[in-house]
């Protein structure tokens, strides 16, 4: 069984850092796409930033700059580094993860729990 364990997040003044990490457990066949997506109270969730195998980033518009995604294909684990962080990128921030778990099953999208992340003074 495949599950993606989120860490590092709190509380920070705005302007400050934290880093996101997120573990794949269950040592899957093969996972392509990973990422991260945020939700605040009362808002849908959105995509943050989005990371391939291959190295292939996509970031949301309201973070590009300030956020940087990378992984580590050898523990299957995504980082996300949050710089410049302001109140409104509080929220609920989820890993995603695109997994293979054998290589006769199709890839199956999994979701963390969700670690908080509260920018604020």
């Known amino acids: 069984q495949v599950q993606l364990v989120e860490s590092g997040g709190g509380l920070v003044q705005p302007g400050g850092s934290l880093r996101l990490s997120c573990a794949a457990s269950g040592s899957p066949d093969s996972i392509n796409v990973m990422g991260w997506y945020r939700q605040a109270p009362g808002q849908q969730r959105e995509l943050v930033s989005t990371i391939t195998n291959g190295g292939s980033t996509n970031y949301a518009d309201s973070v590009k700059g300030r956020f940087t995604i990378s992984r580590d294909n050898a523990k299957n684990t995504v980082y996300l580094q949050m710089n410049s962080l302001k109140p409104e990128d509080t929220a609920v921030y989820y890993c995603?993860?695109?997994?293979?778990?054998?290589?006769?099953?199709?890839?199956?999208?999994?979701w963390g729990r969700g670690t908080q992340v509260t920018v604020s003074s």
């Open positions: 995603n993860a695109n997994v293979r778990v054998t290589r006769s099953e199709s890839y199956t999208a999994y």
